[in-house]
């Protein structure tokens, strides 16, 4: 007889007013309507020809279903270092694989609450990332994804910031690949 061990619990880092780790927690308890301070990240994914992967979450998900957003996003687990946590969500999320990946805004952190009441409240390191090869997003996470010119994805957001996740709105303004956008 086979015994099957359950999946391991996906644990965030929480962080005191400082920023600094007190401690981690089950991801699925952290994302309520009075959400704990945590440590997490945002990773824009570029390809060859200078283009932005943006992609729609999955309408499963808990907070802001259905939005469109940046490429991937995701916590580190206690002890895994940043990099190590983008490249596995990048694989979890689009099966991509990445080259080159860049800290972009090292100091993000915002707090929000989307309509159902869910509160979002992360420091959360930006990355910029090189695509090496196809995509093949999970479902559960991406519902939909494109390539888009980041002056577009720019004139876009600014337009109907609310079609876009709340981070992504606030990234956009600061992150150099699309500040340099006319």
């Known amino acids: 007889m086979t015994i099957i061990e359950p999946l391991e619990q996906e644990l965030v880092v929480l962080l005191d007013e400082r920023r600094e780790p007190i401690g981690s927690a089950p991801k699925a308890t952290v994302h309520t309507t009075s959400t704990a301070l945590h440590l997490a990240f945002s990773c824009h994914v570029l390809d060859d020809d200078g283009r932005m992967l943006v992609t729609r979450r999955a309408l499963s998900k808990v907070a802001w279903p259905g939005v469109w957003t940046n490429s991937c996003c995701g916590h580190p687990a206690p002890g895994e270092s940043m990099e190590a946590a983008v490249r596995r969500r990048l694989q979890h999320e689009l099966g991509a694989e990445v080259g080159q990946l860049e800290l972009a805004l090292p100091d993000f952190a915002y707090r929000a609450v989307d309509a159902s009441g869910i509160v979002e409240n992360e420091v959360c390191p930006v ?37 876009f996740s709340p981070w992504l709105v606030l990234q956009a303004e600061q992150l150099p690949a699309l500040v340099g956008a006319p």
Do not use: H
């Open 127 to 163: 990355f910029v990332a090189r695509v090496v090869g196809a995509l093949d997003p999970d479902p559960t996470e991406v519902a939909e994804w494109q390539w888009v010119e980041p002056d577009q994805l720019l004139a876009g957001i600014r337009a109907t910031p609310w079609a």
